[in-house]
């Protein structure tokens, strides 16, 4: 069997060869198109050759309306007919994005670029004119189907599994900015005449210029590789900058600047480099995590701090999630106090006891351990926080198992609402600042209050 050939790669001396037929063909056109005229009787011999580019200047502009307005529609059908058909994604994302709605409009740019200059050999002026016109026309066509080759790219990417982790914006654009560079240089060097490497081997003088003037775009792509490589943030992160009053979720990473969805519903843009030479908080951490992070404290005031008696000792054994802790606790007490004399242990400073303020604790800590929407494989502790005069702070630390904003709020309110309510019953007042109300009870006599006689205490 034969062997497959390769196919061959097209050859410059053959274009160059049809580039050539097609100037001869179109030479040849105009020729006989100008013959014919000066045969006519009717056209002055004076207007002859102004009546020709005038016939072939109009011919060459419908044909070009019938490619773009007829032709290329064709086109373009068959494609969305070809892709509709597909079962491939990435197509589709060419389409949407206008890929080949810009391909299709090389055709008619192509076409003048093609022919002008043989049918214009008379003319050489116009046809250096339309050359012109088109291959800034095919230019501008060109950078319109590269962009929105980039934004389909980034469209198909950003559905993979690493799309929402690796964040492809500032290359992107980037890519668009470099791509128009290249676009405006090879515009200025079709409109001059001169070598493209001519006028970018003059750019070199303008260096520090273009540098001061693309500062914030040089920086930003700095930054944009940093937080791409780092994976230090990605769109839809949940973002807190307080330095530029930014909280919330993060819609666009941009070469220069960072946009970001406020809670409030505000939009709030950032320098991209801010991001890295500032500090910034990101929550996705949190959202990617088992729980949510509940870190609070309330102050108890000092002076309803007291060591628990028998009659306190048995209302608390009433109470759920501390009898157990009670049982163990007072075993401890029993024998820490067997090695102090029995005459020594009549004074309340001397051994050890419980107090109401660590029996809450305690309590706070069981009713935590049970609660059904923390979670119970993450830390949780209760501990004592140092006093500022104020109180003593109780801190609550755990996470809670459910971390949507509405449901964490409510969960958080609810335990502090059943702590607020039940410090009471371990004989504790929760610590507050004087209100007018307090005030105006010390003005107001009051019956006396008969405090409980205080039992024995424990042996």
């Known amino acids: 069997m034969p062997e497959d050939s390769d196919t061959p790669e097209p050859d410059p001396q053959m274009i160059a060869t049809q580039a050539e037929a097609i100037d001869s063909k179109m030479s040849n056109l105009a020729q006989s198109l100008s013959a014919w005229i000066g045969d006519q009787n009717w056209v002055p011999d004076s207007l002859n050759y102004s009546f020709a580019v005038l016939i072939l200047f ?11 307005l ?69 230019l501008v066509a060109c950078y319109l189907v590269f962009d929105s080759m980039i934004n389909a790219l980034q469209a198909i990417y950003s559905k993979t599994s690493a799309g929402g982790k690796i964040n492809l914006t500032t290359f992107s654009q980037v890519a668009k900015l470099l791509a128009a560079l290249l676009a405006i240089v090879l515009s200025l060097a079709v409109i001059l005449g001169k070598s493209p490497l001519v006028l970018l081997g003059g750019l070199g003088v303008f260096a520090s210029v273009l540098m001061l003037v693309f500062k914030d775009v040089i920086l930003g792509f700095i930054a944009g590789i940093q937080l791409a490589t780092n994976r230090m943030l990605s769109r839809g992160d949940w973002l807190e900058m307080p330095n530029y009053q930014a909280d919330g979720t993060v819609e666009l990473i941009g070469l220069t600047t960072v946009k970001v969805r ?16 500032d500090s910034f ?6 959202t990617e995590s088992n729980g949510r992070r509940i870190k609070r404290s ?3 005031d000092t002076n309803s701090i007291r ?13 759920e999630h501390i009898s157990a802790y009670l049982d163990v606790k007072e075993e401890e007490i029993k024998q820490a106090n067997a090695k102090i004399a029995e005459s020594h242990l009549n004074n309340r400073v001397n051994g050890r006891r419980l107090t109401n303020v660590g029996t809450f604790r305690a309590y706070i800590e069981g009713y935590l351990k049970t609660h059904p929407d923390i979670n119970q494989e993450m830390t949780l502790l209760v501990r004592q926080l140092n006093t500022a005069g104020r109180g003593i702070p109780i801190e609550i630390y755990c996470f809670s198992s459910r971390k949507e904003w509405n449901a964490y709020e409510s969960i958080q309110a609810d335990i502090f609402d059943h702590l607020y309510a039940v410090a009471p019953e371990f004989d504790l007042r929760i610590f507050q600042e004087p209100t007018g109300y307090d005030f105006q009870q010390l003005t107001t006599p009051q019956e006396p209050v008969a405090f409980p006689a205080v039992a024995d205490d424990l042996p």
Not at 262 to 277: F, Q
Request: proline share 4%; charged share 15%; hydrophobic share 50%.
């Open 262 to 277: 406020n809670w409030d519903r505000t939009v709030t843009t950032i320098p991209t480099y801010a991001l890295i030479s």
């Open 70 to 138: 007829v032709f290329r529609p064709l086109v373009l059908r068959w494609v969305q007919h070809f892709v509709s058909k597909s079962g491939a994604t990435w197509d589709n994302e060419l389409m949407g994005h206008g890929v080949f709605r810009w391909l299709t409009h090389l055709l008619p740019g192509v076409f003048i670029f093609l022919v002008a200059p043989g049918l214009f050999e008379s003319a050489p002026s116009l046809a250096q004119i339309l050359r012109t016109t088109s291959s800034l026309y095919l």
């Open 58 to 68: 109009l011919g060459m502009l419908t044909v070009s309306a019938i490619i773009y």
């Open 298 to 300: 309330f102050l108890i």
């Open 281 to 286: 908080k990101n929550w996705q951490g949190m």
């Open 307 to 319: 060591l628990c008696n028998e009659e306190m000792l048995r209302r608390f054994r009433k109470i």
